[in-house]
């Protein structure tokens, strides 16, 4: 069994420091069981249900996409905290 939440957060640094500001898509193959971020500049939580499911946070520096589907994370990856 992967570890998903290790990969992602990985992943996502690495990608953080290549582009202060740009979106990354990661496909989980339809098994996600959570698709959730939180954001360093307001603290708001927010959750994708459905596949094309955006969601922004209060200050709108990132997003979350793709439900169960993918994971998308969008806008200022630096300041996204994966929750799952
Ligand atoms: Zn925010």
New binding site residues.
Partial sequence: MRNDHASIESWMEALAVKHATDEAQLDYGGDIKRNAAR?R????EIESVHRHDLVE??????FVDGGRRYKRRGGSLS?IIELG
């Fill in positions: 954001c500049k307001c603290n708001t946070c209060k200050c709108g520096a990132i300041d």
